[in-house]
């Protein structure tokens, strides 16, 4: 059977910028990407989400991302290779000691935002974050946009990887995301997002801004959570995976 992972990004609310409902996120996705506080959350929100995802059996991942909660981790910042190197090992060191304390374990990472976007294109961006990842534990998993650069370079460096899509995202005929800064770049309507997500498994195509088609080879899918009606894209991309046949299922573990 073919099978999928669904995720997505969780640990980010605080009292004053609640932006995801995680307990009904967890009842849908099979791997969490939680945060890891630079760019949103609270230690006692991020360990919260954490304890959930060990009991209802989601696959935990970190998710560091840059120092910049007022931007949400959503604007690059031009930072020392040694610098973005330990603020990656501090937030990953910060959700082990979270997770474990609950009785879980970290499989994988997944940056944030600003930080995702740049090792997709950027060598030396990316190399930063693998070696970070290698110091810290060279058995996670680095997860990244298909077809990024990051992939390759976590591969040379002897990391397992794992390509990502994204369902409620617009694409480049390059294979590139759509800017959240360009109209159209987040998708709302829920039927679409789970139609273009049976093609995406199924034929390995997602339809792009231009009306092209662009290959697009993914292990994991990840449905966001701040996304308005998230919950309901999440639900109805499940719902129409599963009635395709399609097994819902963490990467982690699968070549």
Same mark, same amino acid.
């Given at each position: 059977?073919?099978?999928?992972?669904?995720?997505?990004?969780?640990?980010?609310?605080?009292?004053?910028?609640?932006?995801?409902?995680?307990?009904?996120?967890?009842?849908?996705?099979?791997?969490?990407?939680?945060?890891?506080?630079?760019?949103?959350?609270?230690?006692?929100?991020?360990?919260? +989400?954490?304890?959930?995802? +060990?009991?209802?059996?989601?696959?935990?991942?970190?998710?560091?991302?840059?120092?910049?909660?007022?931007?949400?981790?959503?604007?690059?910042?031009?930072?020392?290779?040694?610098?973005?190197?330990?603020?990656?090992?501090?937030?990953?060191?910060? *959700?082990?000691?979270?997770?474990?304390?609950?009785?879980?374990?970290?499989?994988?990472?997944?940056?944030?935002?600003?930080?995702?976007?740049?090792?997709?294109?950027?060598?030396?961006?990316?190399?930063?974050?693998?070696?970070?990842?290698?110091?810290?534990?060279?058995?996670?998993?680095?997860?990244?946009?298909?077809?990024?650069?990051?992939?390759?370079?976590?591969?040379?460096?002897?990391?397992?990887?794992?390509?990502?899509?994204?369902?409620?995202?617009?694409?480049?005929?390059?294979?590139?995301?759509?800017?959240?800064?360009?109209?159209?770049?987040?998708?709302?309507?829920?039927?679409?997002?789970?139609?273009?997500?049976?093609?995406?498994?199924?034929?390995?195509? *997602?339809?792009?801004?231009?009306?092209?088609?662009?290959? *697009?080879?993914?292990?994991?899918?990840?449905?966001?959570?701040?996304?308005?009606?998230?919950?309901?894209?999440?639900?109805? +991309?499940?719902?129409?995976?599963?009635?395709?046949?399609?097994?819902?299922?963490?990467?982690?573990?699968?070549?």
């Amino acid at each position: 059977m073919t099978s999928i992972d669904l995720n997505s990004d969780l640990g980010e609310n605080t009292p004053d910028r609640p932006v995801s409902d995680d307990a009904a996120m967890l009842g849908i996705v099979s791997s969490a990407n939680v945060s890891c506080g630079f760019h949103a959350g609270s230690p006692e929100g991020i360990r919260e +989400t954490l304890l959930a995802a +060990t009991r209802g059996g989601v696959t935990i991942g970190a998710h560091p991302g840059y120092r910049d909660h007022e931007n949400f981790g959503r604007e690059r910042l031009d930072l020392p290779a040694a610098t973005l190197q330990a603020h990656v090992e501090y937030q990953l060191g910060a *959700v082990w000691a979270l997770t474990r304390s609950v009785g879980g374990s970290v499989a994988y990472v997944k940056p944030h935002g600003a930080l995702y976007n740049t090792i997709a294109v950027d060598a030396a961006t990316a190399a930063v974050v693998v070696a970070a990842v290698r110091a810290v534990d060279p058995s996670l998993v680095v997860l990244g946009l298909a077809g990024g650069v990051v992939l390759d370079v976590a591969e040379r460096a002897g990391l397992a990887t794992a390509a990502e899509a994204f369902a409620d995202r617009a694409y480049t005929p390059q294979g590139q995301l759509v800017s959240r800064k360009e109209p159209g770049a987040v998708l709302h309507d829920a039927d679409e997002v789970a139609a273009r997500m049976v093609r995406l498994v199924s034929e390995g195509v *997602v339809r792009a801004v231009d009306g092209s088609d662009v290959a *697009v080879r993914a292990q994991s899918v990840c449905v966001h959570g701040d996304s308005p009606g998230a919950i309901g894209m999440a639900a109805a +991309t499940r719902a129409a995976l599963v009635g395709a046949g399609v097994q819902i299922a963490s990467f982690v573990g699968r070549s």
